[in-house]
C-alpha cells in the first residue's frame, strides 16, 4: 500500500494497488503547480484511492486541452493529486506528497516540448514530446 498526503496531516490518501506510472511533467500548468522545473507524478487506478480529509479543486486544460482537476489542502495550501478528463480512469498525486517518495523510479519525461533550458531532469529517461499511452495528466 502507498500512503501520502499534505505537510501536517490534513489529507492523507492511500492507494491499495501498484503504481501504473511514474514520471516527470515538463507542461507549463505542472510546472507551475509544483512550483520547479517540472512535476513528479504518479498515476494510480483511481478506484484505488483512498482520500481522507477535506480538499479543494480547481480545473485547468491539461496537455491534451481537456480539464485537469488538481485538488489541494484548503488548510495548507498544498498541491496533492490531480484527475484529467483524458484518463478519467486513473488518478494522478504528487511525488512529493509520498510518505516515502525514496520509491518514485520515473519512467520517463513527457511534455518535454514545454520544458525550459533550465529544466532538465538528469537520469537516462525516454522523453516524449507529449504523453506516452498510458499516462496521466
Known amino acids: 500500500m502507498t500512503t501520502g498526503g499534505g ?60 480539464p485537469a482537476a488538481r485538488p489541494f489542502c484548503p488548510v495548507y495550501g498544498s498541491q496533492l493529486f490531480g484527475a484529467c478528463e483524458i484518463a478519467a480512469d486513473m488518478a494522478t498525486f504528487y511525488a512529493g506528497t509520498l510518505d516515502d517518495p525514496s520509491a518514485i523510479r520515473p519512467d520517463a519525461a513527457i511534455n518535454v516540448r514545454s520544458r525550459q533550458p533550465w529544466g532538465c531532469v538528469a537520469g537516462d529517461l525516454a522523453e516524449f514530446e507529449d504523453r506516452p499511452p498510458g499516462a496521466g495528466a
Do not use: I, K, N, W
Open 7 to 66: 505537510p501536517y496531516g490534513a489529507v492523507r490518501y492511500e492507494v491499495a494497488s501498484e503504481p501504473v506510472y511514474f514520471g516527470h511533467c515538463h507542461f507549463r500548468a505542472c510546472r507551475r503547480a509544483s512550483g520547479a522545473g517540472h512535476s513528479t507524478y504518479v498515476d494510480v487506478p483511481r478506484p484505488a484511492m483512498t482520500v481522507r480529509g477535506e480538499t479543494q479543486s480547481y480545473a485547468q486544460p491539461g496537455g491534451s486541452g481537456l
